[in-house]
């Protein structure tokens, strides 16, 4: 017989489940506490705000990109930085992809997403950590003498991730019309965009 999940698995499991499908905005603590079937009451002894729930869903619930750098800035191993970049960019465009439609309601509500980006500078955290991570992780690189001494890691970092977004976005635009945008295979797009970059700085 499965061992019954904790009260706060099951508040993130409902909350990934809401943030789905119907977006940051909309969704609440009230419905994801009625989802998860607690009390609000009981969700706010786990979680501080949504917010908080929020950026649990993104580190335990999706593809996060920052345990991958964690590993590729303390040893790369064998992998080449090309090979590197492109499992970032792979991770990423992952991240992103999942990530659109959950936030996405937000820019329609100027106050919610006032609200959320205060909530997000409270707990630490927002959109800028994964370039900053990428950015540690070539600063690094630089270091081991395998870029460029000049390289610009912030710059990289920044276009690697934006080609990652953008990828993500066009793809979420088009999809069900037929059209070509976003429709060649990701793997291929995460080595091109690595290999691009990476002539910039290798």
């Given at each position: 017989?499965?061992?019954?999940?904790?009260?706060?698995?099951?508040?993130?499991d409902?909350?990934?489940?809401?943030?789905?499908?119907?977006?940051?905005?909309?969704?609440?603590?009230?419905?994801?506490?009625?989802a998860?079937?607690?009390?609000?009451?009981?969700?706010y002894?786990h979680?501080?705000?949504?917010?908080?729930?929020?950026?649990?869903?993104?580190?335990?619930?999706?593809?996060?990109?920052?345990?991958?750098?964690?590993?590729l800035?303390?040893?790369?191993?064998?992998?080449?930085?090309?090979?590197?970049?492109?499992?970032?960019?792979?991770?990423?465009?992952?991240?992103?992809?999942?990530?659109?439609?959950i936030?996405?309601?937000?820019?329609?509500?100027?106050?919610?997403?006032?609200?959320?980006?205060?909530?997000?500078?409270?707990?630490?955290?927002?959109p800028?950590?994964?370039r900053?991570?990428?950015?540690?992780?070539?600063?690094r690189?630089?270091?081991?003498?395998?870029?460029?001494?000049?390289?610009?890691?912030?710059?990289?970092?920044?276009?690697?991730?934006?080609?990652?977004?953008?990828?993500?976005?066009?793809?979420?635009?088009?999809?069900?019309?037929?059209?070509?945008?976003?429709?060649?295979?990701?793997?291929?797009?995460?080595?091109?965009?690595?290999?691009?970059?990476?002539?910039?700085?290798?």
């Open positions: 017989m499965p061992t019954p999940k904790s009260t706060p698995a099951r508040i993130l409902a909350a990934h489940e809401l943030l789905r499908t119907t977006g940051l905005a909309r969704t609440t603590t009230k419905e994801i506490a009625r998860a079937g607690c009390s609000e009451a009981a969700l002894k979680f501080a705000n949504k917010e908080e729930i929020f950026v649990r869903v993104l580190k335990e619930r999706l593809p996060g990109v920052g345990p991958l750098l964690e590993e800035t303390a040893d790369p191993g064998e992998r080449t930085v090309e090979e590197c970049l492109t499992a970032v960019a792979r991770r990423a465009m992952d991240l992103y992809a999942q990530t659109l439609p936030a996405g309601s937000l820019f329609a509500e100027p106050a919610l997403l006032r609200r959320h980006r205060e909530g997000l500078a409270e707990l630490g955290t927002g800028h950590e994964p900053d991570q990428l950015a540690r992780y070539l600063r690189e630089r270091d081991r003498g395998r870029i460029r001494p000049d390289a610009d890691p912030e710059a990289a970092a920044a276009l690697l991730l934006g080609a990652c977004f953008q990828r993500a976005f066009f793809t979420a635009f088009s999809e069900g019309t037929g059209t070509e945008t976003g429709t060649e295979p990701t793997g291929d797009f995460a080595a091109e965009v690595a290999r691009t970059v990476l002539r910039g700085i290798a």
